[in-house]
């Protein structure tokens, strides 16, 4: 595996001929228009970072990441997607969250198996920092240990 690529807006990540052309994780955040992560106030602890999704790419039909970020733009397919089309509707009532955009960064994972287990342990370590899941994510993955 590789180390997270630095953040980028959603547009340019969902370009097949982009940087998110390959398999593996990824995370997506929203921004103020000026480009700082919005902190979500978790269970315990605030997340500095605003994720509000870790997903996986490449399990269903060799999909890359810049695949799964625009299903999660169109909101085909995704069911992180659904979730935020609900949220930006109830956003509209928050000041920090006006004007804001998203970003995504990815980490690039070779094989299906190995893809299954790096989102597992994303998914565990922040659970296991915030005592809860990503606001978009609704299940814990299974992959590579017990939960």
Avoid at 63 to 84: D, L, V, W
Wanted: proline share 5%; hydrophobic share 35%; with cysteine.
């Amino acid at each position: 595996m590789s180390c997270w690529s630095d953040w980028t807006p959603v547009e340019t990540a969902k370009s097949k001929k982009g940087p998110f052309n390959h398999l593996g994780i990824y995370q997506i955040r929203a921004v103020t228009s000026g480009g700082e992560p919005i902190p979500i106030h978790r269970l315990v602890e605030v997340d500095p970072l605003g994720i509000l999704y870790i997903g996986r790419s490449g399990l269903d039909l060799d999909r890359s990441i810049a695949n799964r970020i625009g299903e999660f733009i169109a909101g085909k397919k995704h069911s992180g997607s659904k979730t935020y089309a609900k949220a930006k509707r109830v956003w509209d009532k928050y000041p920090q969250y006006s004007g804001h955009s998203l970003q995504v960064r990815a980490m690039r994972v070779d094989t299906k198996e190995e893809i299954k287990v790096a989102e597992s342990l994303a998914l565990d370590e922040y659970f296991d920092e915030y005592a809860e899941l990503p606001p978009f994510n609704s299940a814990r993955s299974k992959a590579g240990k017990d939960n």
